[in-house]
């Protein structure tokens, strides 16, 4: 075969390649909104950037292997090689994907809520422990103490609800 040949069948192989890869990147993408919920903007901007990135890729490789024109064997080849990733591996790739992402996320949401349980539960002791010690000062001080009760009491719910709130986070 002669060169010319060889080396437009070469650059239909690269474009082939470019298909796949483009198809791929697109499941990725599917894959991510099938975990992560989305809104119509937020899929419109994801879609945006995803056609610039292609936009961006196929006038690059135009530009480098046929300087910058158009060859039918180049979209010839790019269709191949989305409707080969598709038919082969693109389907069961998102599916399976999508679903076994899906159950790591709900098995990392159920243990870090159960976390979070028993991270109550062993602050529950301390706090009844630390109620039943004020409620003594309390009686103790009698009603010259009311307002630093008061007081005091306010800053101990406050500070027992922003400690609660980070152990949840976290």
Do not use: Q
């Amino acid at each position: 075969m002669s060169e010319l040949v060889t080396t437009e069948f070469i650059l239909f192989l690269y474009a082939a390649y470019f298909g796949i890869e483009i198809a791929f990147v697109y499941d990725l993408l599917r894959i991510f909104r099938r975990i992560v919920g989305h809104n119509r903007l937020a899929m419109a901007f994801e879609d945006f950037l995803y056609w610039l990135w292609v936009g961006v890729k196929a006038f690059l490789m135009l530009y480098e292997y046929h300087n910058g024109s158009l060859r039918f064997y180049t979209i010839l080849g790019v269709c191949s090689g989305i409707f080969v990733y598709t038919v082969s591996v693109g389907a069961l790739f998102v599916k399976y994907s999508a679903k076994l992402l899906n159950k790591t996320k709900e098995g990392a949401f159920r243990a870090a809520g159960k976390a979070g349980k028993k991270a109550e539960s062993v602050l529950e002791k301390p706090k009844r422990a630390i109620r039943s010690k004020l409620y003594a000062l309390k009686a103790l001080c009698g009603k010259k103490c009311r307002y630093l009760w008061r007081i005091l009491k306010k800053k101990l719910t406050v500070f027992y609800k922003m400690f609660k709130i980070i152990l949840c986070k976290h």
